[in-house]
């Protein structure tokens, strides 16, 4: 099993909809998570970070956590062209041989279509 | 200056040659970690380190090795490169302070012939 699993894409959507990507992981025991957007060759960009069990609002974007189905989920609402990028989850380890290690899934490459 | 910097952006070389991909940060972040990213598989961890003295294998550390000369300077080498460690290469720096501020450099793209 995947240290940290993403839902396969490519996901497309239309101009407005909202986009939703999950991801799930392997450590119970996990305490940080976060999700980037990364754009062709450039580098991941921190756009959501969760800690606590519930969802976290930042602008048109939701992050949600549920600590007992270890997963997380991003919801991006009113989805712009602009969005479409790859979508990455990650979480820290808390403990073990997994204490600070951040874990990357595979990315959802997500389209917005005009 | 940028928080994070890694040398060199891009690399050509051929197969058996050592090369060195160097990253610097300027935030006092103890944590820095070295990402390979080839298309559909995410970022994948080779090595992560702590501090000067607390290096760590990662997912991929096979073929690779790391040195931290310094809290600020966290270097991976390829002793003798191969074709598949053609990849884009990231380095990252993580805070400490529970807070998770987190960094990322540009990426080196490493091209082995």
């Known amino acids: 099993q995947k240290e940290v699993e993403q839902n396969s894409g490519p996901l497309s959507v239309p101009e407005g909809a909202i986009a939703s990507l999950n991801c799930t992981y392997s450590d119970r025991g996990s305490q940080s998570f976060f999700w980037y957007r990364q754009y062709s060759g450039k580098s991941p960009e921190l756009i959501m970070s969760i800690y606590s069990n519930g969802d976290k609002e930042d602008g048109r974007f939701t992050a949600q956590l549920n600590k007992a189905s270890q997963y997380v989920s991003l919801l991006i609402r009113d989805s712009q062209p602009s969005d479409s990028a790859t979508y990455l989850c990650?979480?820290?380890?808390?403990?073990?041989?997994?204490?600070?290690?951040?874990?990357f899934g595979q990315g959802t490459i997500l389209t917005v279509h005009p | 200056d940028a928080d994070v910097t890694q040398t060199p952006r891009n690399r050509i070389t051929k197969t058996g040659k050592r090369i060195m991909l160097e990253c610097s940060q300027t935030?006092?972040?103890?944590?820095m970690y070295w990402y390979r990213q080839d298309p559909g598989l995410g970022l994948r961890l080779i090595y992560y380190?702590?501090?000067?003295?607390?290096?760590n294998k990662g997912e991929i550390s096979d073929g690779y090795s790391v040195s931290r000369q310094a809290q600020a300077k966290f270097s991976l080498s390829l002793e003798s490169a191969i074709p598949n460690q053609t990849a884009l290469y990231f380095c990252a720096t993580i805070s400490g302070r529970g807070d998770n501020e987190q960094f990322f450099g540009p990426g080196t793209r490493l091209t082995v012939l």
């Open positions: 935030k006092g972040h103890d944590r």
């Open positions: 380190s702590f501090d000067v003295k607390d290096i």
């Open positions: 990650a979480v820290i380890g808390a403990g073990g041989t997994s204490y600070g290690k951040l874990t």
